[in-house]
């Protein structure tokens, strides 16, 4: 997370997005991507911050947090 914030200073948002497979851990999904985009904010609160929960069928991807910046 330091690092993506670090490398994208000059993007103005960020997003953070919770993955989830079955719909009875959309609320974890959530709270993980809101702490990451609170720990985010944390190390730079000149940005912008949008944390969101989306289904995956890739159980691979299932309650990880993915960051991204525009």
């Known amino acids: 997370i330091k690092t993506t914030v670090t490398k994208a200073k000059s993007n ?3 997003i953070c997005t919770g993955t989830y497979v079955n719909a009875s851990t959309k ?3 959530l709270a993980r991507a809101r702490a990451t985009c609170n720990y985010a904010k944390s190390l ?3 940005h ?3 944390a ?3 289904r995956t069928s890739a159980s691979s991807f299932d309650g ?3 960051i991204s910046s525009k």
Request: hydrophobic fraction near 40%; avoid cysteine.
């Open 27 to 29: 609320a974890t999904a």
């Open 52 to 54: 969101q929960a989306k």
């Open 12 to 14: 103005p948002k960020f």
């Open 48 to 50: 912008s911050y949008f």
């Open 64 to 66: 990880k947090v993915m």
């Open 44 to 46: 730079d609160k000149n």
